[in-house]
């Protein structure tokens, strides 16, 4: 089923929690809901779940209007940060709640309801939990038997708020690739709000950037990480680096060398710009390569993970963050302290002054 | 599991000593009295002095009064809880303080604002007693006055318990599909029932015991308006002591049994309040 967002206002008090938000998901999509504290990420999808109302705006289900109907009747999966699992039960009875609720005209039998509360319990692979009790399992464990209750009432959309957000690092690792492959067999129209980068962009189809009540940027993790719409979005993705940009002669340069803008020309009335470069767009080298290059030192090495992190600083007292492969650092070895030259071989976003 | 004891052997046994120490002082010896000094004279004697008609009327009207004011109390404690824990609305605070009221304020000023209000001299007093209704010095004043004694009672103990455990629970019910009534039959109840047993016990306890508001509104009518308590002091003041002590233990023994009954079901249910009491996070 589909979801369409359309121009939601919502304010708490003085606070505006979201600012004419719209916002569309097709069936079956995967979409991040990502943005700092306080961007009204959680509120959207409260609103969509209809746990809070909105002051204004519209929400259409597969293009009928849902404002209408009761949080009860709109079919929807929520998952809970903390779980919300209802501690007094076990978890098969947890899971069967949703079915046991339902009006005895519809609701399925009692074998029939066992039968469902094992499936889902095979689904999510903890079909040995069904008679203990929420508080007898660990997190993760948690987090799946509040997914697979979610699931019992067959919901056309699935709403998940920060669904990983109070587990460990590892943990949250293994579930979030588990909700990936989970998603790809289910299909069913899923949200899910993050204010983890990292988890959006590796689990998401699509990523909607959410900040102080407004949404920033719809796009796949591809879009939003190489061209992101605003210096928000660039800066909430992965560490960037700034630079000023000289405009002399028409021309955009940084340091002694004309900036290669690839996408168009320079506007004739831009006096200067900021030029955001992500780590990974750098050359290292010892000796200067290019007009361009930029001298630093070496403040800081850090050799753990896939790809070498270095914090330099410029001569000028700048931080610069630079990022190389493990290949390029073993050929080079660089220490700390050393002089080096540092070249910008991209760069990712450009804001001008006019 | 063990928690890290810092404490030396000694400051642990002294601590422990001044506990029991004052237990038997507070509780064991007045206990102990009442119960000897009630059988002094024999068991028959005892029963016979509870067989006397003015004593089984009031206990009558004791138990009468806490089936009034308990139930009512209950269904008021768990609706004021429910707004308090659950909701922002303007004036909680005033809510909040409200209920307080009657245990802040003497007993002795509880019954006399019923007086003020429906004796004869009071408020609504001459328009009752032209419509020919009695209030004061009727067992009606006295369960008014033990409703009010006792309200806040259940609602003290619930508002700590639901804050605690937040909405989550009932959010999670309401997208599985359950209605309102549903997820607080379901849901709500079952985890705040140990608080609601513990708020009903103090209320029934307070309800039976209640002596000030009481004795300010009930007139002391033997047969008619004198409760337990009222009429334990009557004879007591008669200086018929075994008489009054029989009918003290009584009230102590209600207490006791309504602590092992609690204490029966707490220990049936001890796996699941267990896993209530861990809660879910």
Same mark, same amino acid.
């Given at each position: 089923?589909?979801?369409?967002?359309?121009?939601? =206002?919502?304010?708490?008090?003085?606070?505006?929690?979201?600012?004419?938000?719209?916002?569309? =998901?097709?069936?079956?999509?995967?979409?991040?809901?990502?943005?700092?504290?306080?961007?009204?990420?959680?509120?959207?999808?409260?609103?969509?779940?209809?746990?809070?109302?909105?002051?204004?705006?519209?929400?259409?289900?597969?293009?009928?209007?849902?404002?209408?109907?009761?949080?009860?009747?709109?079919?929807?999966?929520?998952? *809970?940060?903390?779980?919300?699992?209802?501690?007094?039960?076990?978890?098969?009875?947890?899971?069967?709640? &949703?079915?046991?609720?339902? $009006?005895?005209?519809?609701? $399925?039998?009692?074998?029939?309801?066992?039968?469902?509360?094992?499936?889902?319990?095979?689904?999510?692979?903890?079909?040995?939990?069904?008679?203990?009790? $929420?508080?007898?399992?660990?997190?993760?464990?948690?987090?799946?038997?509040?997914?697979?209750?979610?699931?019992?009432?067959?919901?056309?959309?699935?709403?998940?708020?920060?669904?990983?957000?109070?587990?460990?690092?590892?943990?949250?690792?293994?579930?979030?690739?588990?909700?990936?492959? *989970?998603?790809?067999?289910?299909?069913?129209?899923?949200?899910?709000?993050?204010?983890?980068?990292?988890?959006?962009?590796?689990?998401?189809?699509?990523?909607?950037?959410?900040?102080?009540?407004?949404?920033?940027?719809? &796009?796949?993790?591809?879009?939003?990480?190489?061209?992101?719409?605003?210096?928000?979005?660039?800066?909430?993705?992965?560490?960037?680096?700034?630079?000023?940009?000289?405009?002399?002669?028409?021309?955009?340069?940084?340091? @002694?060398?004309?900036?290669?803008? &690839?996408?168009?020309?320079?506007?004739?009335?831009?006096?200067?710009? @900021?030029?955001?470069?992500?780590?990974?767009?750098?050359?290292?080298?010892?000796?200067?390569?290019?007009? @361009?290059?930029?001298?630093?030192?070496?403040?800081?090495? @850090?050799?753990?993970?896939?790809?070498?992190?270095?914090?330099?600083?410029?001569?000028?007292?700048?931080?610069?963050?630079?990022?190389?492969?493990?290949?390029?650092?073993?050929?080079?070895?660089?220490?700390?302290?050393?002089?080096? *030259?540092?070249? $910008?071989?991209?760069?990712?976003?450009?804001?001008?002054?006019? | 599991?063990?928690?890290?004891?810092?404490?030396?052997?000694?400051?642990?046994?002294?601590?422990?000593?001044?506990?029991?120490?004052?237990?038997?002082?507070?509780?064991?010896?007045?206990?102990?009295?009442?119960?000897?000094?009630?059988?002094?004279?024999?068991?028959?004697?005892?029963?016979?002095?509870?067989?006397?008609?003015?004593?089984?009327?009031?206990?009558?009207?004791?138990?009468?009064?806490?089936?009034?004011?308990?139930?009512?109390?209950?269904?008021?404690?768990?609706?004021?809880?429910?707004?308090?824990?659950?909701?922002?609305?303007?004036?909680?605070?005033?809510?909040?303080?409200?209920?307080?009221?009657?245990?802040?304020?003497?007993?002795?000023?509880?019954?006399?604002?019923?007086?003020?209000?429906?004796?004869?001299?009071?408020?609504?007093?001459?328009?009752?007693?032209?419509?020919?209704?009695?209030?004061?010095?009727?067992?009606?004043?006295?369960?008014?006055?033990?409703?009010?004694?006792?309200?806040?009672?259940?609602?003290?103990?619930?508002?700590?318990?639901?804050?605690?455990?937040?909405?989550?629970?009932?959010?999670?019910?309401?997208?599985?599909?359950?209605?309102?009534?549903?997820?607080?039959?379901?849901?709500?109840?079952?985890?705040?029932?140990?608080?609601?047993?513990?708020?009903?016990?103090?209320?029934?306890?307070?309800?039976?015991?209640?002596?000030?508001?009481?004795?300010?509104?009930?007139?002391?009518?033997?047969?008619?308006?004198?409760?337990?308590?009222?009429?334990?002091?009557?004879?007591?003041?008669?200086?018929?002591?075994?008489?009054?002590?029989?009918?003290?233990?009584?009230?102590?023994?209600?207490?006791?049994?309504?602590?092992?009954?609690?204490?029966?079901?707490?220990?049936?249910?001890?796996?699941?309040?267990?896993?209530?009491?861990?809660?879910?996070?």
């Amino acid at each position: 089923m589909s979801i369409e967002v359309k121009n939601i =206002v919502k304010t708490f008090d003085a606070f505006k929690a979201l600012n004419d938000v719209s916002l569309k =998901v097709e069936t079956g999509e995967l979409i991040a809901l990502l943005g700092p504290s306080g961007s009204g990420k959680t509120t959207l999808l409260r609103i969509i779940a209809g746990l809070e109302t909105a002051d204004s705006g519209e929400i259409l289900f597969h293009g009928e209007d849902a404002s209408v109907k009761k949080t009860k009747d709109r079919n929807v999966g929520f998952v *809970f940060q903390h779980y919300a699992l209802f501690r007094h039960m076990t978890v098969a009875d947890n899971i069967a709640f &949703g079915l046991r609720v339902q $009006p005895r005209a519809i609701r $399925p039998s009692e074998d029939k309801i066992k039968a469902k509360v094992k499936d889902l319990l095979d689904l999510v692979q903890l079909d040995w939990v069904g008679d203990r009790y $929420p508080s007898q399992l660990s997190g993760g464990q948690r987090q799946r038997i509040a997914l697979a209750r979610a699931l019992a009432i067959e919901p056309k959309v699935l709403l998940l708020d920060e669904p990983f957000g109070s587990l460990d690092a590892q943990v949250r690792k293994e579930l979030r690739q588990w909700l990936r492959r *989970f998603h790809d067999d289910l299909h069913i129209t899923s949200l899910f709000v993050t204010h983890d980068q990292e988890e959006a962009l590796e689990v998401a189809d699509r990523i909607v950037v959410m900040n102080k009540g407004k949404v920033e940027q719809v &796009g796949t993790p591809q879009e939003v990480y190489h061209k992101p719409a605003s210096v928000f979005v660039l800066n909430f993705l992965g560490n960037i680096n700034l630079f000023q940009g000289r405009v002399i002669d028409g021309k955009l340069y940084l340091g @002694n060398a004309p900036v290669n803008l &690839g996408r168009g020309e320079l506007k004739s009335n831009v006096k200067s710009a @900021n030029l955001y470069i992500r780590p990974h767009q750098f050359d290292i080298s010892r000796k200067p390569q290019g007009d @361009n290059a930029i001298k630093a030192i070496i403040k800081f090495l @850090n050799l753990a993970g896939s790809s070498v992190k270095l914090d330099l600083s410029t001569e000028s007292g700048n931080t610069l963050q630079v990022e190389i492969t493990q290949q390029e650092f073993s050929q080079s070895q660089f220490i700390k302290g050393e002089s080096v *030259f540092v070249c $910008p071989k991209d760069i990712t976003f450009c804001e001008y002054e006019i | 599991m063990s928690l890290a004891r810092t404490e030396s052997p000694l400051i642990r046994r002294i601590l422990i000593g001044i506990a029991l120490f004052y237990l038997i002082l507070f509780i064991f010896m007045p206990l102990f009295i009442v119960f000897s000094t009630a059988l002094e004279k024999g068991v028959s004697y005892y029963f016979n002095s509870l067989k006397d008609p003015d004593t089984i009327a009031s206990i009558q009207l004791t138990l009468i009064t806490a089936l009034i004011a308990v139930p009512l109390n209950l269904v008021f404690g768990v609706a004021a809880s429910w707004a308090i824990a659950k909701f922002d609305f303007r004036g909680k605070n005033i809510l909040l303080t409200l209920i307080d009221v009657p245990l802040s304020v003497s007993p002795v000023i509880s019954g006399l604002i019923f007086v003020l209000l429906f004796g004869l001299q009071g408020i609504f007093g001459p328009w009752l007693r032209d419509h020919g209704w009695r209030i004061i010095f009727t067992p009606s004043a006295i369960i008014l006055a033990t409703i009010f004694v006792t309200f806040p009672m259940v609602a003290r103990e619930l508002i700590p318990v639901m804050k605690a455990q937040g909405n989550d629970e009932e959010e999670a019910a309401i997208t599985l599909g359950a209605n309102g009534w549903k997820t607080f039959w379901y849901i709500t109840l079952p985890n705040i029932k140990w608080g609601l047993l513990y708020g009903v016990i103090l209320c029934n306890a307070r309800a039976m015991g209640e002596f000030g508001a009481v004795s300010v509104v009930s007139g002391h009518i033997q047969g008619f308006t004198n409760t337990l308590p009222l009429q334990i002091e009557m004879l007591y003041n008669d200086y018929s002591f075994t008489a009054a002590f029989a009918a003290a233990s009584l009230l102590a023994f209600l207490a006791l049994f309504t602590l092992v009954i609690k204490s029966l079901v707490e220990y049936r249910f001890r796996a699941e309040l267990k896993a209530v009491r861990k809660g879910a996070h």
